[in-house]
């Protein structure tokens, strides 16, 4: 297991194993849910990146999201940011990439 401080696992790390790992699956409902589609859903931001490669199903009670590796470093970089979320949204968006982090034996403290 590899341990950095929280949001500082450099992106050139990050990179290299979710290329390694391939298209990342997840299903996801309640709070993950709504943060997934709130980090989705902001369409391209001040870094100029969006979502292009990854496709995403809501059924309305759950999302069921294949997301590419190009795009798993944008949807980490937002659930670390926490732009325009709600307290109780930011605890859910960095406990989801938390646990992305931890299947990829990536630790942040």
């Known amino acids: 297991m590899e341990t950095y401080s929280s949001g500082e696992t450099p992106i050139e790390r990050l990179k290299e194993i979710f290329e390694e790992h ?38 309305g009670y759950r999302l069921t999201c294949d997301v590419s590796p190009k795009d798993m470093l944008v949807l980490l970089r937002r659930l670390h940011e926490g732009f325009g979320m709600d307290y109780d949204l930011i605890d859910h968006a960095w406990s989801l990439r938390s646990g992305i982090l931890d299947t990829m034996d990536v630790e942040e403290l």
């Not at 298209?23 to 993950?32: A, I, R």
Request: no cysteine.
């Open 22 to 59: 391939g298209n990342y699956n997840m299903s996801l409902v309640g709070e993950d849910r709504d943060v997934m589609i709130h980090v989705v859903n902001q369409g391209i931001d001040a870094y100029l990146e969006a979502f292009t490669e990854s496709s995403f199903s809501d059924d």
